[in-house]
């Protein structure tokens, strides 16, 4: 059966000689794998460059429901990047955002709100001129909220450590476990939930205070969610923003 859906191209990897699969989150089925053939034509040549990371693309794909692999048909761009790739910022924050979600976002089936998310967060990031150092910072900690553990600000007040086992604020840190940020740490936590993309430059971090809350942020997803690694994408933005 053929269907179109639109999706956010996530990972891609060469099968063999003759396919290449790509890991895309849709709108309408969620997470899903697809297959599209190799070639050196220019048109197939020009279709695999759609499938670069966080690319917003439209697909005719073919689905068979006992199949965990579906084969691409047609696609297109449906928003033609005007900045990300040529950017190196950007590029590499978009490198690193979609290595993220190919670890994180494994549910298959339809969440609109966070396909939607996804879709109007990566077209303002190709769409902004300057102001997007703390992006994925951001983009990471509300990307929380639609997997269930977004932090709980209810119990902050001044000098509160940041349990990140349990998601919240306490005054009172028992010694159950490691996993706790101290005052000075949780209160830079307590800042990026209050950020949003229109915001955020209004919240000044040094270098190393954003290279942390990403180390943070990846140590809570880690917390979160079972067999989520240490992504490699991390040391190239440390390059980049050191």
Known sequence: MLQTLNGVVLHTLKYNDLW?????????TGRATFRLPLSR??????????????????????????SSIHTLKEVRAVHPFASIPYNSSKSAIAL????????????EGENRPLFAY???????LDASQ??????????????????????NLENYVEGACFDLLNGTFSTAVEQQHAHFLMPE??????TLMRMNYETMHLFT??????????????DY????????PVLRSMEVLKVLFD
């Open 96 to 107: 690193f955002l979609a290595e993220f979600l190919y670890r994180a976002v494994r549910e």
């Open 221 to 228: 997803y880690r917390l979160h969610l079972p067999d989520f």
């Open 20 to 28: 290449l699969l790509a890991e895309v989150y849709t709108e309408q």
């Open 185 to 190: 740490e949780a209160s830079r936590m307590r």
């Open 205 to 218: 971090l040094s270098r190393a205070q954003r290279m942390r809350c990403l180390v943070v942020l990846n």
């Open 130 to 151: 300057a102001n997007y150092a703390n992006f994925h910072l951001v983009f990471l900690m509300r990307l929380s909220r639609f997997l269930g553990f977004y932090p």
């Open 41 to 66: 034509s220019r048109k197939r040549a020009a279709r695999s460059m759609l499938f670069q990371p966080l690319s917003l693309v439209e697909m005719v794909v073919e689905i068979r429901p006992r």
């Open 118 to 124: 996804l879709y109007h967060s990566i077209v303002w």
